[in-house]
Nanobody, 126 residues
Framework: QVQLVESGGGLVQAGGSLRLSCAAS????????MGWFRQAPGKGLEIVAA????????YYADSAKGRFIISGDNAKNTVSLQMNSLKPEDTAVYYC???????????????????WGRGTQVTVSS
């Protein structure tokens, strides 16, 4: 079993930055693909970014390209999402997720992820 805990969310003005972190505990973390998802009020869950366990493969949603950076530190059992040039439409609850199966890829299918954190709120004011 793997437990994931997100942190780093908060209130920021448009154009600002936030860095989200996801700390994993439990079973060995180093062979998991990781992803960040978000759910805005009244909308469905969508992928933001994903990374393979080695870090060699990454994926970014179009909304995140050029603004967000996903990175992992297997030694520290953490994955981070650096979010720059934030927009009001980035307001959402952000979740991290772990997949122990397709760990060699940047997994985009939310149904593939086995473990999920409880989320952290990001609010961007205009």
């Amino acid at each position: 079993q793997v437990q994931l805990v997100e942190s780093g969310g908060g209130l920021v003005q448009a154009g600002g930055s936030l860095r989200l972190s996801c700390a994993a505990s439990g079973r060995t973390f180093s062979s998991y693909a990781m992803g960040w998802f978000r759910q805005a009020p009244g909308k469905g869950l969508e992928i933001v970014a994903a990374i393979s366990w080695s870090g060699s493969a990454t994926y970014y949603a179009d909304s995140a390209k050029g603004r967000f950076i996903i990175s992992g530190d297997n030694a520290k059992n953490t994955v981070s999402l650096q979010m720059n040039s934030l927009k009001p439409e980035d307001t959402a609850v952000y979740y991290c997720a772990a997949d122990p199966i397709l760990y060699h890829t940047a997994v985009t299918d939310r149904n593939q992820y086995r473990y999920w954190g409880r989320g952290t709120q990001v609010t961007v004011s205009s």
